[in-house]
């Protein structure tokens, strides 16, 4: 079976040393000569074949080679090297044709076995010492040797492919910080190339000189053999701050650290995202002061800390804009809004670093005064606040006078609790805004004539069911794609028989502090109910009605039970209720809220938090609670396209919205420029003027055709 020296033999063509042993073994035979060397060619685990290097024959194979090449010895034993196909008598011959130089050298090159298979053998051709026709030709298998190289190789492109590709910023470093390689993703983010940066050490080059001490502590950990992860910030080659989350982990090689990994992963988009969304949290999106959320919680804290360290006292202010309601009636949303930026902007003036301001919502504002030594100074900048609102507010060439009533309340005088305060100052401004006289008051014991207000109008409210001044007002919710109205929210009107109409912003919050909300708001849900059963049994396209509800309901135990009571008998599917979480849940018996909201989804009944961004709910707690809709309050819709930071924040709010799988509903929407806005960033619906006022149930109607 003869076959080509190409078909039988490829050669490497590099030599390469022999191994140690096999280098021993050839260098014995020379010295100790044929007659001594039969029991280490017999015994040898390495394949030797003696060979007549002038005829080409094959004298004899030890068992190693007979193993190796898969012959039985006979077979091998004075065979022709060219009739056997596994050796190729060329590259054999050829290999020790100098035998001065070629002792001690070996050649690599492919054998074939006897089922065609090859192997990479390395062959060390030793002449005998006694007869220059003799040679000794030891045959080593280094087939697996190379396959584990190979894989090696393989895996050392793998990790430098992997290293160099790496979106990351990733440095390889020595024990004492010095950069000894760093990868495209280090080179694009720190704009240092790595023939720049290697051999220094990085911290000199990278971190601030304020930052030193932090960074030479985290080297110092993963010197430690610790990985280390950590957020912190870093700069460029041209001085440029960059977020970065870090990874440090050691290098180990044969038990003992080399080196250092440094992963650099720049945070700087998500870390701005945080503080917007941060900024949500504790700031109002209207006038840029703090929300309601902030100031009890800050108050709580304040409260704590006074009451442990015994400091000075401070003061709660609660600021109501006078007559406000007019101005948004008469002159609309905007100009309503533009003046309550300015006059945020004042009081900030007049406080400046003795407090900070927070809009509570609506029109009303508090002022936390920290350090208070006497009512004096209290009523001085009081006083300030009430003379800097004296000049006109100029809008659109139009003069605006506003005026301001001022409630006091001081710590520890007037109470221990964050919530006593704000209703004590509250108190005291209504009884202000009563008292015309004087544009601010301080809580005191005797306000009188607010009780009686309160008494009275309390009195009026707990008949005004019975009398039926109570209706209910819909306003309808538009779905942005196909403009069609698919929801409605039921808003309760109160037409009282002497004092005409009354706000809920009054009577609402009486009737929380009143311990009635409880009655007032079964009886909205009863109707809304009724009301809804009746649109859907009659054929009209409504999906859902939107109901109200107070926190001060689902604090009652009754709530849950009312709730059931009134589906199983007004006969409404629970699915096409929902209901909007108005005030903020606050961290009082939050668990036991929790778990309320949740049976409520469980029931079928969609949660939707409204006024957002007011203060009124918190993006922290949103996944604590089963909210499936995020209704946008409307300050934030009104300047939408004309303040750049008021329009990035509604595109924050709905894609917040929809990270958290939520639905999104804008109130509050006058004009089709806000309309194409929403539907371009994909809010869900649209309530406002822009297409119905709130109507009662027969103008409602009229809005929707019947599916018949």
Known sequence: MNMTGKDKFADSDKDSNFSAENEYEGEFFQSVGISNHLDLFENSHVAILIVNSRTGRIIDANNAAC?????????????????????????????????NKTVGKSKTVVHRLSGGKCREVEVLKVPSASDEDISYFIVNDISEIRHIKKELELRKSYFQQLFENSPEAIAILDNEDRVVKVNRGFEELFKYSNIEIKGNYINDLIVSQELKLEASTLSGDVVCAKTVKRDSIRCTKHGEDIDVSILGYPIIHDGVQVGIYAIYTDITEKKKREKKIEYLAMKDSLTGTYNRSYFIENLMKEIMHRKADSHNGFAVMFIDVDDFKRINDNMGHNVGDMILRQISKRIVECIGEKGYLARMGGDEFTVFLKNVDSRVCVANIAREIVESLEEPIIYDEKEFHVGVSIGISLFPDDGYEAE???RKADMAMYNSKMNRSNNFEFYNSDLKKKALEEFILENELRHAIKREEFSLNYQPLVDVSS???????????????????????KFIPLAERKGMIGFIGEW?????????????????????????ISVKQLESLEFLDNVKRIIRETGINPRHLEFEITESISMTNLKNRTEILRELDDMGIALSID????GYSSLGKLKKFAVRKLKIDRSFISDINIDPNNTAIVSTIIAIAKILNMKVVAEGVETLEQV????????????????????TFDEFEKMIPQEI
């Open 611 to 614: 006024d957002f961004g007011t």
């Open 67 to 99: 193993m190796l090449y898969g012959y039985e010895r006979p077979h091998m034993k004075d065979a022709e090297i060219e009739e056997i196909e596994y050796i190729e008598d060329i590259e054999m011959l050829s290999i020790g044709e100098n035998t």
């Open 483 to 505: 403009e069609k109205i698919v929801g409605v929210e039921a808003l309760i009107r109160w037409n009282h028989k002497e004092h005409g109409f009354v706000s809920p912003a």
């Open 676 to 695: 194409e806005f929403l539907r371009e960033k994909e809010c869900d619906l649209i309530q406002g003027y822009y297409y119905s006022r709130p109507v």
């Open 524 to 548: 909205v849900l009863e109707k809304a109910c009724r009301q809804m059963k009746k649109w859907i049994d009659s054929g009209y396209p409504v999906r859902f009605i939107a109901v109200n």
């Open 420 to 422: 006593m305060l704000i």
